[in-house]
Nanobody, 124 residues
């Protein structure tokens, strides 16, 4: 059974850093486009960063220059390094995966697999 499991969330002061990880099981991520999403209370889910199977990345404007998405196909993991965190980055963060041919749909939330989420709280 295919699963995604996030870890690494927590509480940090503004300006701090966190590194989120997403471990895939039941399938290999090498043929998948992967992404991180987030959802804050009362807000819609938004795509934060995406990485295709070739390593090409996309970011939402609000995190450019602060967040870095990466993948390790050998370890079957996806990471999100978050630096210079701001209170507005507080949210539940989810990883998601879609088969590579549907990568263009992932930014809109179309995914084959979703993780359960990990909470990030940034205090001012």
């Amino acid at each position: 059974q295919a699963q995604l499991a996030e870890s690494g969330g927590g509480s940090v002061q503004a300006g701090g850093s966190l590194r989120l990880s997403c471990a895939a099981s039941g399938y290999t991520i090498s043929d998948y486009c992967m992404a991180w999403f987030r959802q804050a209370p009362g807000k819609e889910r938004e795509a934060v960063a995406r990485i295709d199977r070739g390593g090409l990345t996309n970011y939402v404007d609000s995190v450019k220059g602060r967040f870095t998405i990466s993948r390790d196909n050998a370890k079957n993991t996806l990471d999100l390094q978050m630096n210079s965190l701001k209170p507005e980055d507080s949210a539940m963060y989810y990883c998601a995966a879609v088969r590579w041919m549907y990568c263009y749909r992932l930014w809109g939330g179309y995914a084959d697999y979703w993780g359960q989420g990990t909470q990030v709280t940034v205090t001012s």
